[in-house]
């Protein structure tokens, strides 16, 4: 009831502010002159008033005010575009900015764009794609993830992986967003590259702490990446052919200016390549069969703009990865085979309406899918002469599946305010995890089905949300809102709402203090092996026993312009987490009991400080980020109850990132990452213990003292790539080639620590000794790569 | 100039990338030192205050390292078993170079805890343990076609009822044993035994349950034990329940001990610590209540 009120007196506020509101308005669009792909976070300041806005995701922007203005339009990268308009009346003015070369940068870095100290939204990271795209890959595949691994705050889990760690945080609890839609499996081949395909994405935002109200669902972070939306002048194209995938991109315009397309498709083919290998080897062994792995990847979307008012988009992600064994005796009578296959992949598509309502109102409507499915099957199988056929074969299904439907409101009333609201519905359905065995005998008329596993749960979850980006005085701002959501599954119900605040003051032009303080609940939880990500790792609902993950942070900070080039940021933070899930204690995947009785739940607690120091423009560009954190889980269930080390509480975490424009057509960039070792639990002594479960005398039983978990570090993990391009514009194209290295000095990191015992004969004794070693496996030495790209 | 900032680039990427190329230059492998090993004093003590039994053995840890060191038992421990009634008794030395090393059957059930000392050189470790309430089982039943386990496979059932104490946490286990052929007088092994019920897990090796009354606290249970699948004649006056209440001690520490040993051999399984109630020490001292049925 209490928390019905604070939420009503919320709203009455936000009316208020409408109320009192007496300013006309100049709204409209901001997008690039060249394409026409809308502009995000786009700075428009007034010259006269001093005040500002920012243009939304969708690249739209609202400014009240009264008088004359004096309006610059400006963002890194264009060329800045300043009007003068009378705000005696409601105006739509749709502006579009010229690009500028990336040599011209530093020109331009006079442009007053919106300053870190500016904001109010803190522990927010926004990395531009071209740079990303600058960043020595692995394999020459540009992985956004693995970008955002050198950002403070942000650790990666293990060599090679692309998983996000944020801020003391796993995994599941990152909401990752693809165009507004929820994508749960972000990674293909076992981890070591991402879903996102650089070439179709314009933008990425990670948000680590002080989370605006309009997000919600996980507890560590938000990344929102979204979709270019298609070249709506002309028709181009780019593409790469790559050690591991090739990948091509097409754009243009259906109708132009009014109806744009984008496609874009990345395959591995490694199969392929082999393919004739293979096929060869199987032969000489007397079978016919194949084997390989592929992933592949499809963005597609379409928008089309109605009017000045109406725009709709339409845009899907396809991926899959599958991995297949399939081999068939052919110089045998009786003829053996096996199939193996195992495929996961994800689905999403969202179709968004953007309307604007009113010159100060804007509408986005999302209705969405998400699915994320995993397959996983083994067959055996005999055929006889006389068409008899034997076949046993076991199958495993889960998987997660969302339909969502969401309306997001931008207001904005006056320069000192900047208001959202909205609400979302989503209908989750999970498969924990389904075996079907199979046996089939032609001859005995056999056909036996069984299945083993749990049924498929639904549930409903609903949020609603408001926040104000409000200016108070010239100094201060806050963005404060409150996000209400529930959670119903089988007849429960878990209501929650959630405060958050974020603030910033401003001590002289180019300083700023922030703080923030944030609460989330996170209804679906990832049941994972730590160590190493897998697409077996299974979503999971809050139950009547397993309940929400729900956390708190608190976070404050400085941010300082240096010169017109140069940011700075320093932050401190702590998070404390509650019901955490992990496996119980010798819990495994492919078991047959239900998956509630297999986990426990426990609290976590994160703490930390970061710096960030930033160069986003010039020939030199780049950032160095250091994080000094510490992490720590307590379940009642593990550890005897004594609190351990997160399997990534990672004391020093440092990175370098450079990219330097040595000549109009070469580029070199290089990053170096280091970081305190993985904390993994080891034995030090061996002893025998005794159960007592058996008649008779007791059985001793060998075992190892481990001490407390993970009280082990690994050896601290280092690398350095280094990379570059050489670009050409040819008649037609322009293309890039690509060369570099991963890991170029060639560090042994650890990737996981194991034990050996060699038995060699005495020849003095002639008995057997054994001789003990404990070895650290490294998984990527110095791994060069070469790349060829190209658009048109 | 900037050719010459080319070439020196160019030069240096080679550097970086040959001064790597040692002799290991492709080996994926390091040896690493590994943890750092400390002497402790092992003691797995068993008291069965029904019986007035003590059973203890005293042996060290090894380091890792110590791969041929062949298992001793430590013979010359001192042993003292006390309780909050004023009992402080030496246990002594049985003798044997393997087993329960230290023994005594004239043990005074009274009191509520007892604590239990051992000595050895410099080590001293002890741990207390309290005496669990007897619980009684009635109302054994033997099924034949007793349903299918968690493998799927055909089992054999003994069913039987007990009252489990209000307000207290209780602990169970429970071996399903066959009496020797030849002397129906003596035990012969125990039998596999495993459940459906979510209250129950498997005990190491399938030769018992243990039985947690969280979900039944205070409630009568009917237990529904799984065994190898048999007819009654087979079993019929040789089947019999040996029905411990255990503390939560020894509870976790046969839990663990089960799962550490399943997932000795596991590269995904995050190892388990064995759980121990010893200061000073490691391993386990238990007081339990035991009672031995025959099921029909």
Redesign the interface.
Known sequence: MQKSTIFISWFCFLICVHLKAQSFTVSGYIDDASTGEKLVSANVYDFNSENGTISNTFGFYSFSGTGNAELEFSYIGYKSQTITINLDKDQTVNISLQPDNVLQEVEISAVRSKKIQEESQMSTVEVPIAQIKKIPAFLGEVDVLKALQLLPGVQSGGEGQSGLYVRGGSPDQNLILLDGVPVYNASHLFGFFSVFNADALKDVKLIKGGFPARYGGRLSSVLEINMKEGNMKEFKGTGSIGLVASKLTLEGPIVTDKTSFIVSARRTYIDVLARPFIKRGFESEGEEGSTGYYFYDVNAKINHKFSDRDRLYLSTYIGKDRFFLNTRETDTEIRDRLDNNFAWGNITTALRWNRLLAPKLFMNTTLSLSHYNLDFGVGYGTEYPNDRLEEISLNYNSGIRDYAARVDFDYVPSPDHYIRFGAQWINHKFKPGLFTLREVDTEEDLNFR?E?GQADISAEEFAVYAEDDMKIGSQFKVNAGLHFSGFVVNGKTYLSLQPRISSRYLIDENTSIKASFATMQQNIHLLA????GLPTDLWLPTTDRVRPQTSYQFAIGAARSLGDDYELSVEGYYKSMSNVIS?K??S?LFE???WE?RVTQGDGEAYGAEILLQKKLGRLNGWMGYTLSWSNRQFDDL??GREFPYRYDRRHDLSIVANYQ??EN?S?SGAWVYGTGNAV?????????????????????????????ND?RM?SYHR?D?G?NFTKQKKRHKRTWSFG?YN???R?NPF????E?DYERNPATGDF???????????F??I?YINYSFEF | MMNLLYKATILVLLVLICSSCGEDFFTTTLEIDPPEHTDQLVTNAFLNIDDGKIEVAVSQTYSVVDVDQEFELVNDAEVILRNDQGLDQLVPASGQDFGFNYFADDIVSQGNTYELEVKYGSFNSRATASIPNLVTLYDFEFIEDGGIDSEGEDRSRVEFSFDDPEDEENYYELTIYMSNEGDPTLPSYATYTDTNDPSGSRGYNYQSLLISDASFDGERKRFKALMYPTTKEEVEGRLFVRWKVVSKEYFQYSKTLNIASELEDNPFATPVQIFTNFEGGIGIFSVYREKNYSVF
């Open positions: 069984l083993l092996f730590e160590g190493i496996y204690e010798g495994g047959f009991t239900d009785d550890n005897s040595w000549k070469i070199i639990t080891l034995a030090s002594s061996n002893y025998e213990s005794i159960v007592q479960g058996d008649i008779g005398e007791p059985n001793f039983i060998f075992a190892s003292y481990y001490g407390d978990r082990f050896n350095l280094v570059i290295a170029t000095y060639n042994k996981f620590i194991y034990s015992v000794e054994g001789t003990y070693s404990l070895k650290q496996a490294s998984l030495p110095i060069p």
